[in-house]
């Protein structure tokens, strides 16, 4: 059933779903199809899939299958058309006196050129799409005398036609300047915002309204903050956390949905930062969110083996903002730490789990 929500504490007050499956049966008219989706093939990995957060990367080439990508240890398994040579491989990387070890990698689309991010402990480092070149490696600083929170980045999009967004370790927000060809990437800005690391970063996939900014990035504390970009970015409002990691987010037409460590996903007005719905969607912490652009429709997976598909919607008579329940896989016996979908439509999808040497496609 559709739930919505008008702000906690105010008039017609939010309230928390129960998960899926429980609670009174919906009335028929309104269910979704039972098997919307269904499960397609399996694409084998050289190695399995790291517990690490939105560990899944998709770029979909026009006319072309699309390509994955997963972190595993000190590596990053690309397969499919943009892997090496086209098929299945890992990205090399180059040597650092220290052992890399990857925390996300992400394809950025740019309007001239699509550019794959990965960051580490070490820093930012941007190749081709193929993974063949590395055009730019932004190292952090990292102290002689280690203290005892590490130094990594982590959080990756693609904003404003020309930027690439890094989140850090320290709260920091990196601001990349990307040309549209050649590898004179520059540092524009350092945004200090964020008191706690960086978790995920999202761009606008849909259309902002007015006042709404077009990025939004969070942080270990579930503390969000709204932003638009420009030559300058300049900050638009920030949501304070709850204590609760939020491990994903997305922005699609002014909704922020966010995913966070105790299973639910609450949905903000990005214009405003009230709170419009909140869902108690996974009974473990969400590892991954994702949004189509093209319809509305929401990915989620969780360390409870539960991949769930939903559908965001404006309700244009009200405006309230609404969230469908439409479909449910679980991949058994798997801590799921990725999940994609695979066109703009969220027609199909992946999902990959820690220690599962495969990508599932649906």
């Not at 979909?60 to 892997?83: D, I, K, M, Q, Y």
């Not at 693609?158 to 601001?175: E, K």
Request: charged share 15%; hydrophobic share 35%; with cysteine.
């Amino acid at each position: 059933p559709s739930i919505r929500a008008g702000g906690l504490g105010g008039k017609g007050g939010g309230f928390a779903s129960r998960p899926p499956g429980s609670g009174p049966t919906a009335a028929p008219a309104r269910r979704a199809p039972l098997r919307p989706y269904r499960r397609e093939r399996s694409l084998a990995l050289r190695s399995s899939s790291s517990a690490l957060y939105n560990n899944l990367a998709v770029l979909c080439p026009p006319a072309r299958p699309p390509a994955f990508g997963t972190v595993h240890g000190a590596s990053l398994s690309l397969l499919g058309s943009e892997g090496p040579r086209g098929g299945c491989g890992v990205l090399p990387v180059p040597p650092t006196p220290a052992p890399l070890r990857p925390s996300q990698a992400v394809w950025c689309k740019l309007p001239s050129r699509v550019l794959l991010v990965l960051t580490s402990q070490r820093g930012v480092q941007m190749y081709e799409a193929d993974g063949s070149t590395m055009v730019f490696w932004h190292a952090l600083d990292v102290p002689e005398h280690p203290a005892a929170h590490s130094v990594f980045a982590r959080g990756i999009a693609a904003a404003g036609g020309r930027f690439i967004c890094v989140g850090t370790s320290s709260g920091a927000l990196l601001v990349f300047d990307v040309p549209p060809k050649g590898s004179n990437v520059t540092l524009s800005e350092i945004l200090e915002q964020h008191r706690d690391p960086i978790t995920d970063i999202a761009a606008e996939q849909g259309q902002a309204p007015d006042g709404a900014g077009d990025l939004v990035t969070a942080d270990d504390a579930g503390t969000l903050c709204l932003w638009s970009t420009g030559e300058e970015f300049t900050l638009l409002g920030k949501i304070p956390g709850s204590g609760c990691t939020c491990s994903s987010v997305t922005l699609w037409n002014g909704i922020v949905a966010a995913g966070y460590g105790n299973g639910q996903i609450r949905l903000w007005e990005a214009g405003s930062g009230r709170i419009r719905a909140q869902v108690s969607a996974h009974a473990r912490w969400i590892y991954a969110l994702d949004l189509a652009p093209l319809t509305g429709k929401l990915l989620s997976g969780a360390e409870d083996s539960f991949v769930h598909v939903w559908q965001l919607s404006r309700n244009p008579d009200t405006d309230d903002i609404e969230i469908r329940h439409c479909h449910a896989e679980c991949v058994t016996d798997t801590q799921v730490c990725g999940a994609r979908f695979c066109d703009p439509a969220g027609d199909t999808f992946a999902v990959t789990g820690y220690d599962l040497s495969e990508i599932l496609c649906y």
